[in-house]
Each structure stands twice: as structure tokens, then as C-alpha cells.
């Protein structure tokens, strides 16, 4: 059985950082695109980041508009596991945080694309 499972999520002060993981089991994250997604309240879902599988100077990641320059998306392959390190927080970015995976390579901006999502973390920026 497979699952993704998010942590890290918490409450923060805008302007602060947070780092969110995931973890896989039942599934090889290394020859996967993986993601994040956010849901925030009254809000559509919408993507936040993704990383293809590939690492080191092939490795290749897309961000929203929104998040560029402030989230960075990782991924260690050997630990099965992929992060979002958020820093300069704003309370729009108070969500709760999916990760997210394809068994496709590389990443793509469409919920439709995953195959496999967490259950989410609750991200809460404070102003």
C-alpha cells in the first residue's frame, strides 16, 4: 500500500521560515516527478512546487509565480523523501500543503498529472 506522509507543518510569524517533508512507503520516489500543492482556506487548490527525478546538474525544479525566490524544493533520493524549505513567510501562504507524486520524470502544474497524494500538513502564518 502506498503512502505519502507530510510533516513539519506548524504555526509561524510572517517573515519566518519552515521546512515540510515527505515521506514515501510502498514507493520509489527516485524515478518520480514529485510536488507540492496548497490549499488555502476559501481558496482553489493550487501548485506550489515540483522537482523532476533526475539530481545533481540535470535536476529541475518549477515554481508559482507566488513562492519563486522564497520556497526551494528538494529531494534525497536515497532517503525516499522530498522537502519544501519556505522562508519569508507570509500569512498568504497560510495553507494546508499536499505532497504530491507522478510516475512521470518531470514536473507539471496540474493536479491531474499526480497519481498519488498526501494527506496535507497545516502551514499557519501569523501576521
Known amino acids: 500500500q502506498v503512502h505519502l506522509r507530510e510533516s513539519g507543518g506548524g504555526l509561524v510569524q510572517a517573515g519566518g521560515s519552515l521546512r515540510i517533508s515527505c515521506g514515501a512507503s510502498g514507493l520509489t520516489l527516485s524515478s518520480r516527478a514529485m510536488g507540492w500543492f496548497r490549499q488555502g482556506p476559501g481558496k482553489d487548490r493550487e501548485f506550489v512546487a515540483g522537482?523532476?527525478?533526475?539530481?545533481?546538474?540535470?535536476?529541475?525544479?518549477d515554481y508559482a509565480d507566488s513562492v519563486k525566490g522564497r520556497f526551494t524544493i528538494s529531494r534525497d533520493n536515497a532517503k525516499n523523501t522530498v522537502a519544501l524549505q519556505m522562508n519569508s513567510l507570509e500569512p498568504e501562504d497560510t495553507a494546508v500543503y499536499y505532497c504530491v507524486s507522478s510516475f512521470r520524470c518531470d514536473p507539471y502544474r496540474s493536479q491531474g498529472y499526480y497519481d498519488y497524494w498526501g494527506q496535507g500538513t497545516q502551514v499557519t502564518v501569523s501576521s
Open positions: 522537482i523532476n527525478c533526475r539530481a545533481g546538474t540535470t535536476a529541475y525544479a
